[in-house]
């Protein structure tokens, strides 16, 4: 089963894991990535917005994609959106499968789509000013690897 | 036709959404780039240099020599910065 959430709550990695593997017997290996906001450099907050409609549209073919390369059982994303501090979870990608490798590949592979193809945007409070995150070029170089 | 803006861009416009109707001749996304670059002010400073932005046509991302003059909603932002 998969899920796909955008949402201003943080998520409890247990609940979630539970929904995605429990109470089946086919699953033997779940992958979890969680990213959490860095507090470098006297970072105060992050906020993220994001394309409502677009985000989940994008989100789901990357998870269809990933379900064509891979014999997954299910995977839940969880992107935050709003006002986040130092520490605090933004993201949660789990991946479920018979076996590891699937659920390790599809983890990095969604991952690496999340960062370079869904429509969030993150804006920096630093002290008193704000700006906007420039995207990475490392990002896209990952993302390349799976063409 | 819906517009929609992130990100800086949002804050260079000055809006987040608007609608228009096409004006004769801008058929791909870059010509409504330069239609809009044209408007002047905050628009001026948003689409003066389009390889800073990326597009999305009815919610599909789309290089800048994609069509437009069918589309419902076409959106502007910056590289996306997720995850």
Known sequence: MNAVRIQREDFDIGAELDVLAGGRNDVGAVV?????????????ALT???????????????????????????????????RLEPGARIVLVATASSHRQAAFA??????????????????????????WVAAKDTDEDAVQRWK | MTLLYFAWVRQ???TSEEQIDLPAG???????IAHLK????????????????????DQEHVS???PVDSADEVAFFPPVTGG
């Open chain 1, 32 to 44: 979890t990535f969680t990213g959490h906001v860095r507090g470098d450099a006297n970072l105060t």
């Open chain 1, 48 to 82: 993220l917005e994001h394309y409502p409609g677009m985000t989940e549209r994008e989100i789901a073919s990357h998870v269809h994609e990933a379900e064509q390369r891979w014999p997954l059982t299910g995977v839940t994303i969880i992107h935050r959106i709003g």
């Open chain 1, 106 to 131: 599809a983890a990095e592979f969604l991952m690496d789509y999340l960062k370079t193809r869904a429509p969030f945007w993150k804006e920096e409070e630093r002290g008193g000013s704000k700006s």
């Open chain 2, 12 to 14: 260079k416009v000055g």
């Open chain 2, 26 to 32: 801008v058929v791909t996304v870059g010509d409504l």
């Open chain 2, 38 to 57: 044209s408007r002047g002010g905050g628009y001026a400073d948003a689409f003066a240099d389009p390889a800073r932005l990326r597009v999305a046509v």
């Open chain 2, 64 to 66: 800048f020599d994609a």
